[in-house]
Structure formats: structure tokens, C-alpha cells
């Protein structure tokens, strides 16, 4: 092969999974110009090679399409990185030693703020502010936990926020109380703003810092594209900011956060924004709705009410983030602008509100290409899964979240009882039902690692937990499955399809090689292997020395 015609990059000798039907299996993969040329055996992309070509030998290791991330803060998590970050923190009293040392160490910010404890290692899912004021003293505190729903924070934050007994419930949102109405220091949904906003918002380069860490970690995760699902303008100005200067190595699509209490005169103002790009590979193309809570607070919206731990029926069903009338003829004006319409849904309520607006949406705006899609998809009624397909919206699935782990077991499936309990994460039935799969992990509710979600998408269990029965087994996905969510389902919502999200000639290099023979079951658990190289347009975006070549 002539010099000119070579290829810049062959990898050889591996297990490619192409996520391509038209050849789905291949050795070998050619790249030159940032595009993908050849892909086929070793003796037939081997042709390729010129004197200045890179040639990587895979050894029979896997080579991937990279991976989409559908569903994932950086831009909230990236900063919560650079503070006090409890997301690896397990236990009720290494989480009390880790904020003392932060407290320690910061000894002169105003506020102590950070993020990332797990409610199942609290009574009843809620922290105290008492054990909160042992560790920060008299000092202002504000931690929201895993899935950002909840916030707890110390009395100083309280008092300072003039939140007392006689302080009612904000609209949206709950302030968890003692049996005397005093506030516990556990807020729910809008009342965390009562607190939040009293925080001095990070600054410019600190939302760019926490972005660029985001993206060193995803890169090295094999991750090379994903939709950030809920943006605000001051996420939005880092990302065009990093995008402007060339550093955002990523793919990314922004779904801008519609607000609580907007209505279909705040799409003008979304409009602007999207206008402002595409840059470079950062776009605003969708919207973001939440439709409810979680269900771990009873602030997921469920068609019949919350169980009491004895088994008898609360009065509690959860709240809707929007009016229903409101929320149909916003998707439909979100949606006849030529925006994608993406939506928090955990509850069956939920869940049926957001397919409602899109049957809606259709009915007036007939089929559009939003590729409109629903995160989270907890509880499904069965007549519910069964529109996903028809309606053409993506099932938006956080695998991680579908087995046996204590939030599941102690604080979910008790308040669902046994029917709803066996509706959860029914992603096999989903996609029995010819919806479309996409998945994402929702970092930094969970782990971005993607071999950790198809563990779970493919088992129904993880190695780590100590209940390792599976979780529903029937709704498990085959590894393809899970790989096509993870690559091709997510471009899909993503607008990406027709450029990456598969290996096929034409196509950018967007790539990534495992530790493994990911489809050789013999290798051990799914969970165990990693990413070891990622390529964007064929350059290195992250590379550990077990590559070679
Ligand atoms: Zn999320």
C-alpha cells in the first residue's frame, strides 16, 4: 500500500464486535483520517499497513464500538470530584470520618458542601443533622446523597435557611421532621433548594475543571460519547467553554433542564441556547424533564399508594414534578421544535404521564426524529411497556439498579409489596415488546463503569452484593443486547448513529479495546473486565500500558 493511502492506525489479531449486522464479527480494523476504512480479517485489513502505520495487536482481546453514556451528570459530578465526595465512601461511620477530615482540611470555606452517601446505611434512608454537627461543629453543611433527590445538612444550615417546626412543606418537595415536627436535616426534592440556594455557586473554572476530571475518568472507562441529562445554563457556558477551545475530546449532548413551574413559554429561551451550536462536538438538542421522584422517599408517582411497613396502604402516592396538562402541551411544543424530549421516570405514574405526552405530542405533531426517550423506568405496568415500541420512545435503562442491593431490598421492594415489586426494571419484557434500549449509568447516582451495568443488565446480580440471587432473572438481556444499548441504542438518542455507535467503514474510529475476550464466559465475572485503550477519531484518548503496540 502506498505511503499515502495507508492507514494511520491497525488494530489486529482481536475479537471484534463490530454491533454491525452486516458483518458483525471481524479480527481486524483499519483507521485512517479519524474514519474507520477497512474492517475484516487480519490478511485482508493487513494491506493497510504502510511504513508510518501504528499497528496494535489485540491478542484476542474484545474491540468495541466506544461507549455511549445515555443517562449521566458530569457537569454536577465532576464538580462534586473536587469536593466532599462520599460516592466511595461505604458505611455510616467512614462517611462520618471522611466529612471531619474534608471539614478539617477546609478549615476557611464558608460552607461544607459535597455529595454522594448511600441511604441504605441510615435508619429509615435519613441521615441526622445531630451526627452531621458532630463532625462540622457549629459550620453550615449541605451533602446530597447518590441520586441528588434527597439533601442532608447540619442545624447551622438550617437555621441559616430559617427552616423551623412551623416551616411547611415547599410545593415539590418535603422536609423530613421528628415525631415532634422538628426539622431531622433531611430534605426531599424542591426543599433541598431552601438550603442550596444559599451556597455561593461554583465559579467558571471550577465547573470546567470538575468537566475536564469527568472526562479523563469516563475516557478511561472506555466512554467516548454521552448525554448529559440535566443541564443548566451555568453547565451549559463549561461545555461550550471547553468545546470552544478544543479540549472537549468527548461527544456530548446536553438535555437542558426544563424547570419546575415553567410552562411552554420558557421553550423561547431554550431555542436561544441551542442556537448557540453546535461546538465542536458539544450540542443542545434536548430537554429534560423530571417527572417524579424516587421511590426510596415516596416521592416517585405511583397509580396506587405506597405500602406502610406493616403492609397496609399509606395515604402516599408520590408526587408529579409537572401538572399533567402542563407537562402534554410543553413535550408537544418541546417536541414540534425540533428538540428531543428526555424524562426522569421512576414511578408508574410516572412512567404513564411521560409516554401520554409523547402519544399526545404525536397526535398533533404527527411522527417527528426527537428519538425522545424515558430514564430510570422502575416500575412499569405491563399495558405500559407494550406502547414504548409503538410510540417509537427509547427505554433509557440504568441496568446497575435492576438487583438484590439493601436499597432495593430494604427501602424499595417492602413499600411496592409483591406485584409492583416483580414490575421493576422489566427490560427484557421491553425489549420483547420491540422498544428500543439505550443505556446509561446516571454517575453520580452509580458508577459509570460499563462493565459493572451489564454485569447487572446480563445477571441480574453483581459479585459485590451480598444477596447474589438474580433480581427478576426473566428480565435479564444477553451480552449483544446489553453491547448494542451500550454502543448503537445510545447513539441512537444521542443523533449519533450515522456517524459512530458501530465499527463499520465510513464511520468515525471511535473505539475500544477490553482486557479481554469479553463473550468468553470462561474469563470470569463481566464486571471484572476493563477498558485499557479508548480512541476518538483513531487518537488515543486513553491508553494503559497493558496495551502494547
Ligand atoms: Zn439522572
Given amino acids: 500500500m502506498p505511503p499515502e493511502t495507508a492507514a494511520d492506525l491497525v488494530l489486529r489479531g482481536g475479537a471484534v464486535h463490530t454491533v454491525?449486522?452486516?458483518?458483525p464479527r471481524a479480527e481486524a480494523v483499519a483507521v485512517?483520517?479519524?474514519?474507520?476504512v477497512a474492517v475484516g480479517s487480519d490478511r485482508e485489513v493487513g494491506q493497510r499497513i504502510g511504513p508510518r502505520t501504528r499497528v496494535v495487536e489485540l491478542r484476542g482481546r474484545t474491540l468495541l464500538p466506544g461507549f455511549q453514556d445515555a443517562h449521566c451528570h458530569p457537569c454536577t459530578s465532576g464538580l462534586d470530584q473536587l469536593r466532599c465526595d462520599l460516592l466511595a465512601v461505604h458505611g455510616a461511620a467512614e462517611v462520618y470520618?471522611?466529612?471531619?477530615?474534608?471539614?478539617?482540611?477546609?478549615?476557611?470555606?464558608?460552607?461544607?458542601?459535597?455529595?454522594?452517601?448511600?441511604?441504605?446505611?441510615?435508619p429509615h434512608g435519613t441521615p441526622h443533622r445531630r451526627d452531621l454537627d458532630a463532625v462540622v461543629g457549629g459550620r453550615p453543611a449541605y451533602l446530597e446523597n447518590r441520586d441528588g433527590h434527597s439533601a442532608w445538612v447540619s442545624s447551622r444550615a438550617l437555621e441559616l435557611a430559617g427552616i423551623t417546626a412551623s416551616t411547611p412543606d415547599p410545593v415539590g418537595g418535603r422536609i423530613e421532621r421528628d415525631a415532634d415536627g422538628t426539622p431531622t436535616g433531611a430534605l426531599h426534592e424542591s426543599a433541598m433548594d431552601l438550603v442550596l440556594d444559599l451556597i455561593p455557586p461554583a465559579t467558571a473554572e471550577e465547573r470546567e475543571r470538575g468537566l475536564l476530571g469527568a472526562q479523563r475518568f469516563f475516557h478511561s472507562l472506555g466512554i467516548t460519547a454521552w448525554q448529559?441529562?440535566?443541564?443548566r445554563p451555568d453547565c451549559q457556558a463549561a461545555y461550550e467553554a471547553l468545546a470552544g477551545r478544543g479540549e472537549l475530546t468527548a461527544r456530548v449532548v446536553a438535555a437542558m433542564t426544563f424547570e419546575a413551574g415553567w410552562d411552554v413559554d420558557a421553550l423561547d429561551g431554550l431555542v436561544v441556547r441551542r442556537a448557540r451550536g453546535p461546538i465542536g462536538r458539544f450540542a443542545a438538542t434536548s430537554v429534560k424533564f423530571f417527572l417524579d421522584g424516587v421511590l426510596e422517599t415516596f416521592t416517585g408517582a405511583m397509580l396506587e399508594p405506597y405500602l406502610a411497613p406493616d403492609g397496609g396502604l399509606t395515604d402516599r402516592m408520590g408526587m408529579l414534578v409537572h401538572d399533567p396538562p402542563v407537562l402534554r402541551r410543553t413535550v408537544a411544543a418541546v417536541d414540534a421544535a425540533g428538540f428531543q424530549v428526555h424524562m426522569h421516570a421512576i414511578g408508574d405514574r410516572a412512567v404513564r404521564e411521560g409516554l401520554d405526552a409523547v402519544e399526545g405530542a404525536r397526535a398533533v405533531n404527527g411522527p417527528t426524529d426527537g428519538r425522545h426517550h424515558i430514564a430510570h423506568i422502575q416500575v412499569i405496568q405491563p399495558v405500559d411497556v407494550a406502547r414504548f415500541g409503538p410510540l417509537g420512545v427509547t427505554a433509557n435503562a440504568q441496568a446497575l439498579w435492576a438487583c438484590h442491593d439493601r436499597q432495593l431490598d430494604e427501602l424499595t421492594n417492602p413499600f411496592l409489596g409483591p406485584e409492583r415489586t416483580a414490575m421493576q426494571y422489566p427490560f427484557g419484557s421491553l425489549v420483547r415488546a420491540g422498544a428500543r434500549l439505550a443505556m446509561g449509568s446516571d454517575w453520580g447516582v452509580s458508577t459509570p463503569n460499563v462493565f459493572d451495568e451489564m454485569q447487572v443488565a446480563v445477571e441480574r446480580s453483581h459479585p459485590s452484593?451480598?444477596?447474589?440471587?438474580?433480581?427478576?432473572?426473566?428480565?435479564?438481556?444477553?451480552?449483544?443486547?446489553a453491547t448494542h444499548a451500550f454502543t448503537m441504542g445510545s447513539a441512537y438518542v444521542n443523533h449519533l448513529d450515522d456517524v459512530t455507535g458501530s465499527i463499520t467503514p465510513g464511520k468515525l474510529a471511535d473505539l475500544v479495546v477490553v482486557d479481554r475476550d469479553l463473550w468468553d464466559r470462561g474469563a470470569g465475572p463481566i464486571s471484572d473486565a476493563r477498558a485499557i485503550a479508548t480512541f476518538i477519531e483513531g487518537e488515543p484518548v486513553f491508553e494503559d500500558p497493558a496495551l502494547g503496540g
Fill in 97 to 122: 470520618r471522611t466529612i471531619a477530615e474534608y471539614a478539617a482540611g477546609h478549615a476557611h470555606d464558608p460552607w461544607i458542601v459535597g455529595s454522594g452517601w448511600y441511604m441504605a446505611d441510615y
Fill in 32 to 36: 485512517r483520517s479519524g474514519r474507520i
Fill in 228 to 231: 448529559d441529562a440535566s443541564v
Fill in 20 to 23: 454491525d449486522p452486516v458483518r
Fill in 465 to 481: 452484593l451480598d444477596n447474589r440471587e438474580p433480581f427478576l432473572p426473566g428480565e435479564a438481556v444477553t451480552l449483544d443486547q
